[in-house]
C-alpha cells in the first residue's frame, strides 16, 4: 500500500534502524557518571551531536537534543523571549507557520506580549521587504520556517536573515520539514527540527542556538543539554536520529531529483484529470517531493477515506478533515480553495508505478464523491430570466454552501447575482475561490441573520 505522507513522517530509514538496535546495547547508561558505561554512553551522545551539527552547519556546543519538534520551537521561542525581555515582548512570524510557532505565539499574547503575522502570497511565500516591515523596536523574536508542511513552499530565509541581523533582531527558523534535504542558508540564529520528519525515530528534536544569542532557558534548571532540554536523554534513538540525517543527506541530491520529477508528473497531469482542481504552493520554489492540490465540490474526509480504500495514505489541510471543522491556516492565508484539499509527500523509494496507480485511481475517487455528494457537472451555465436568487444553506458545512452555488449560477443571467446564506467558516475562503477558479465575480460578503451572506455575480 503506497504511503504518501512523508511530510506528517518519514518511515524508519534502514540506516536509523541499524543505529537504534547496535545503540541499545551500549547507550544505556547515564552519560553524565564517570564509570565505563556512562563514559560509553557519552561519547555515543557526543558523537551523534557532531553529526547533526555538522549536518545542522552550526557547533556541535550549540546543539542540543529535545524530545520533539515541538519541544525544540516551545522551548526555543520562550528561550529566545526571556533572553530579551528587556528589548520588548514583540514577535514577527509568517502567516503559515507551524501550529508550534502559533500556539507560543498564542501563549506570549496571553501572557502580555504581542505578535504580529506577516501575509503570504497566493503560493505561500512571504515577502521578505514586508517581513522587514513588520520588524520594531521592541521585537525580541522572529520565526520563518525554511519550507512549508502542508504546500511545499520554501521561504526566502537568507534574504529575511539579512534583514533580522541588519535589525538586531533574532531569527529562530522551523526547518522541520526541509532539513533533510540540504542546510537551511543565510545567518540565522535559532534553528529547530524533528528527526521523524526525515526517517529518524519519533521523540527527538534538534535545537541549536548560536553563540551570541541570548537566550534563558525556561522552566526549573535542569543540568543536562546545557539546562536547554531537561530529562534523562533518549541515546539510542538520538544516535539513530544523527545517523539518519547523515543518510538521507548524502543521498538527498540524487534521491531529491528524481521525487521531483514524480511530483512534476503529478503537478502536470492531476489538472487534466480532474476537472476543477487547483494545484496550489510554488510551482518551483517548492520541497521536492511534495505537491498539494484542492478540489471543488469534494468533502476532504470523505475523498481521504476513499483514497485509503484505494490503497494510497495521503493527508488534507481541508476544512472537512475528522480532527478539525475549521479551515487551514495555510491555505487560507494563500487565500487557495479548501476544499477537498490533498497532501502528497512522497518518501524515498517511491516508485513511477506507485504515482501511476494514484493518477489513475484519483479521477474514479473524486467522480465518485462529488456524484454522491450531488455535486453539478462542469458545463458551462446556460442563461435565464431570474436577475438574482438566494440559496440557504445554514447549518451545511463544506463543501455544500459551495456545490449549491454551482449549481444555480446558470439560473441568472449573466450580470445577476446569487446569495449564499453560510454560517460556515469555510464558506468565506471557498466561495471567493471558486468565483476566481469559474472566472465570476465575488461582489463580497454581508452580514445576515445566524451567519453571513456571500454575494457573486455571474460573468460568464
Request: with cysteine; glycine share 10%.
Amino acid at each position: 500500500m503506497p504511503y504518501f505522507d512523508a511530510a506528517s513522517s518519514a518511515p524508519l530509514h534502514p540506516v536509523a534502524r541499524q543505529a537504534l538496535h547496535a545503540s541499545l546495547d551500549e547507550g544505556w547508561a547515564d552519560p553524565a557518571r564517570l564509570y565505563r558505561e556512562g563514559r560509553r554512553a557519552a561519547m555515543l551522545l557526543d558523537a551523534a551531536r557532531e553529526t547533526a551539527a555538522e549536518a545542522v552547519g552550526c557547533r556541535p556546543d550549540e546543539l542540543v537534543f529535545t524530545s520533539s519538534g515541538t519541544r525544540a520551537v516551545h522551548s526555543a521561542v520562550a528561550g529566545a523571549l526571556s533572553g530579551r525581555r528587556r528589548v520588548g515582548r514583540h514577535l514577527v512570524l509568517s502567516a503559515v507557520e507551524h501550529s508550534s510557532v502559533l500556539h507560543s505565539a498564542t501563549a506570549l499574547e496571553a501572557a502580555g506580549g504581542s505578535f504580529t503575522e506577516v501575509p503570504v502570497d497566493r503560493t505561500g511565500a512571504v515577502d521578505p521587504s514586508a517581513y522587514g516591515r513588520a520588524l520594531r523596536p521592541d521585537t525580541a523574536l522572529a520565526c520563518l520556517q525554511s519550507a512549508n508542511h502542508e504546500v511545499g513552499t520554501e521561504q526566502p530565509v537568507a534574504e529575511t536573515a539579512e534583514l533580522c541581523a541588519d535589525a538586531g533582531v533574532p531569527l529562530l527558523v522551523d526547518a522541520a520539514q526541509s532539513l533533510g534535504w540540504g542546510p537551511v542558508p543565510g545567518r540565522w540564529s535559532l534553528l529547530a527540527a524533528s528527526a521523524h520528519k526525515w526517517g529518524g525515530p519519533a521523540g527527538v528534536g534538534l535545537l541549536a542556538v548560536r553563540k551570541g544569542v541570548r537566550f534563558a532557558p525556561q522552566g526549573p534548571a535542569d543540568e543536562r543539554e546545557s539546562g536547554r532540554a531537561a530529562g534523562f536523554e533518549n541515546i539510542p534513538a538520538i544516535v539513530a536520529a544523527a545517523a539518519s540525517l547523515r543518510a538521507v543527506r548524502a543521498e538527498a541530491e540524487a534521491e531529491g531529483a528524481r521525487l521531483r520529477a514524480l511530483v512534476d508528473r503529478i503537478r502536470a497531469s492531476v489538472a487534466g484529470l480532474v476537472p476543477d482542481v487547483e494545484v496550489v504552493g510554488d510551482p518551483v520554489r517548492r520541497l521536492p517531493h511534495l505537491v498539494t492540490f484542492s478540489c471543488l465540490y469534494v468533502d476532504g474526509e470523505t475523498l481521504l477515506h476513499e483514497l485509503d480504500r484505494a490503497g494510497f495514505s495521503v493527508s488534507s489541510g481541508s476544512s472537512c478533515t475528522s480532527s478539525t471543522l475549521t479551515p487551514s491556516h495555510v491555505l487560507k492565508a494563500m487565500g487557495v480553495l479548501t476544499e477537498g484539499n490533498i497532501r502528497v509527500s512522497l518518501p524515498p523509494g517511491t516508485t513511477e508505478e506507485e504515482v501511476g496507480g494514484f493518477l489513475d485511481v484519483l479521477p474514479g475517487v473524486v467522480a465518485e464523491v462529488r456524484e454522491r455528494l450531488g455535486a453539478p457537472a462542469s458545463t458551462a451555465p446556460s442563461p435565464a430570466p431570474r436577475a438574482s436568487l438566494v440559496v440557504d444553506a445554514l447549518g451545511r458545512r463544506c463543501p455544500i454552501p459551495v456545490i449549491e452555488l454551482a449549481k444555480v449560477i446558470g439560473e441568472v443571467p449573466v450580470g445577476g447575482t446569487v446569495t449564499v446564506l453560510s454560517d460556515d467558516e469555510a464558506a468565506r475562503l471557498d466561495i471567493p475561490a471558486w468565483c476566481a477558479m469559474r472566472e465570476q465575480e465575488y461582489v463580497g460578503e454581508e452580514p445576515a441573520d445566524h451567519g453571513s451572506a456571500y454575494v457573486v455575480r455571474r460573468l460568464l
